[in-house]
Antibody, heavy 127, light 106 residues
Framework: QVTLKESGPALVKPTQTLTLTCTFS??????????VSWIRQPPGKALEWLAR???????FYSTSLKTRLTISKDTSKNQVLLTMTNVGPVDTATYYC???????????????????WGQGTLVTVSS | DIQLTQSPSFLSASVGDRVTITCRAS??????LAWYQQKPGRAPKLLIY???TLQSGVPSRFSGSGSGTEFTLTISSLQPEDFATYHC????????FGPGTKVDIK
């Protein structure tokens, strides 16, 4: 059974660094083909993909946020961490981690979707 | 950059209705699209990927179609548990989500 759960501070002050942890079970990030992403959703707004880390430690970031994000993994603990620097009120959102699956098209180019999600953790940025 | 739009943004329907939601991409994306269902206070749930492949465990009343720039999610007979917000997502190395369609009770 695949489960994921996010943890981190509920309240962060502007300009601080936010660190979130995704603890998962039912798969291992040391297994070829396994991937985990972070996705966020501001209140009442659309989902926004943030970052992805793969079993081989490849990392991918949202173009608009890549200068502020760092994703890492601790395979022994089955955890994926996301740090976001210099947060502001616009970063107030529910943050989700999700197992990321690849669908290979006819050119064998991977396309990514999210088959298992954590429950999400609401982070409010306010002084 | 590719943009995704969904229509309608909101729809009211009754139990038993056939419901269709459209997702449009600003440029062709082959069949690289997924659909998710999200209920208030809950995480999204994957329904369909590769435009028309039903995720395991999802009821067969859900179906997806389309290719290129226009895609549809159809619920053949709306059930009480289907009242939710539906999101489309472009599948690539930098995934993008649509703005969502809320399906409410008429």
């Amino acid at each position: 059974q695949v489960t994921l759960k996010e943890s981190g501070p509920a309240l962060v002050k502007p300009t601080q660094t936010l660190t979130l942890t995704c603890t998962f079970s039912g798969f291992s990030l040391s297994t070829s083909g396994k991937r985990v992403s972070w996705i966020r959703q501001p209140p009442g707004k659309a989902l926004e993909w943030l970052a992805r880390i793969d079993w081989d430690d490849d990392k991918f970031y949202s173009t608009s946020l890549k200068t502020r994000l760092t994703i890492s993994k601790d395979t022994s603990k089955n955890q994926v961490l996301l740090t976001m620097t210099n947060v502001g009120p616009v970063d107030t959102a529910t943050y989700y981690c999700a197992r990321t699956q690849a669908y290979y098209d006819t050119n064998y180019y991977p396309q990514y979707y999210f088959d298992y999600w954590g429950q999400g953790t609401l982070v409010t940025v306010s002084s | 950059d590719i943009q995704l739009t969904q229509s309608p943004s909101f729809l009211s329907a009754s139990v038993g209705d056939r419901v269709t939601i459209t997702c449009r991409a600003s440029q062709g994306i082959n069949n690289y699209l997924a659909w998710y269902q999200q209920k208030p206070g809950r995480a999204p749930k994957l329904l369909i990927y590769a435009a028309s492949t039903l995720q395991s465990g999802v009821p067969s009343r859900f179906s997806g179609s389309g290719s290129g720039t226009e895609f549809t999610l159809t619920i053949s007979s709306l059930q009480p548990e289907d009242f939710a917000t539906y999101h489309c997502q472009q599948l690539n190395s930098f995934p993008l989500f649509g703005p969502g369609t809320k399906v409410d009770i008429k």
